[in-house]
């Protein structure tokens, strides 16, 4: 029989770590830690191909980012029955992790739309698999940002890599709808969520403010600058959607 142990265990963050180990009284074992795994950079924009050789095991792949870019991360079974499964980590720790978002087209790939990275510096994927082993590609890529205007109507579809940007002015009040798009059998099958992030990196969002699987964020923007509207869906389903920014109200909060 081989040895207990864990394989390919990404730790979340910088600290201290303690290993506990439950054994028969009268017991000797050995314990040894060790960086078993050499990460393999990939840059953004780029495609590679990976394999999982063994269960419970991981690879780990590296990028350079920025404070505030955005990615798309896909990791796709290629062969064998492996279930892929994503996270990734920044110099501050684990960002975002993923098993089955799919694509919408084989929901057991996993992919991370919209990563916006919160440092500058070297990120972390760590590959594996939440059952079985096999062959996959993983890809990072530029997520697409435009720009949207206040009264402009634009379309789009989850998931994809959609950004949209507009320049806001602290102490305004504005009003994001995201709206799901009729299908041709008469449902909606979006249920959208709307994400707002701030010049300063938080984000408020929206599920179930609008009409039957609509968002509707209404906020006042604290700062001046640039905002980034994330359209997102709440229970990683597919669907298009028409998305516009409306300003009812520009006021100077006291």
């Known amino acids: ?51 999982i050789r063994e269960a419970d095991s991981s690879d780990l792949w590296t990028f350079t980012g920025t404070h505030n870019q955005f990615v798309n991360v896909t990791m796709r079974q290629t062969g064998g029955t492996i279930d892929p499964v994503l996270r990734v980590f920044g110099p501050k720790g684990l960002i975002d992790e993923d098993d089955d978002s799919g694509l919408g087209l084989r929901n057991h790939d996993a992919f991370l739309s919209k990563l916006r990275l919160p440092d500058d510096g070297e990120f972390v994927i760590a590959a ?71 010049p300063d990196g938080t984000t408020r969002e929206d599920d179930q403010s609008g009409v039957d699987n609509d968002a509707m964020l209404v906020t006042v923007l604290p700062l001046d600058g640039t905002y980034t509207v994330v359209p997102n869906s709440y229970e990683n389903n597919d669907g298009d959607y028409r998305l516009t920014i409306v300003s ?6 006291g």
Do not use: H, M
Not at 176 to 187: F, H, K, L, V, Y
């Open 248 to 253: 009812p109200v520009t006021q100077t909060l």
């Open 128 to 198: 594996t698999s939440s059952g079985g082993t096999g062959a996959y590609t993983i890809t990072v890529a530029p997520s697409s940002v435009e720009p949207i205007s206040v009264g402009q109507i634009v379309t789009g579809t989850v998931p994809g890599d959609a950004l949209w940007t507009f320049q806001g002015n602290a102490g305004q009040l504005v009003r994001i709808n995201q709206e799901s798009t009729r299908a041709p059998d008469g449902s909606y099958p979006l249920d959208a969520l709307v994400r707002l992030i701030l």
């Open 1 to 51: 029989n081989s040895a207990p142990g864990i394989r390919g265990q990404a730790l979340d963050s910088a600290g201290l770590y303690r290993v506990i180990v439950n054994t028969a009284p009268t017991t000797q074992y050995d314990l040894r830690l060790a960086s078993a795994i050499t990460p393999t950079e990939i840059a953004i924009g780029k495609t590679a191909v990976g394999e």
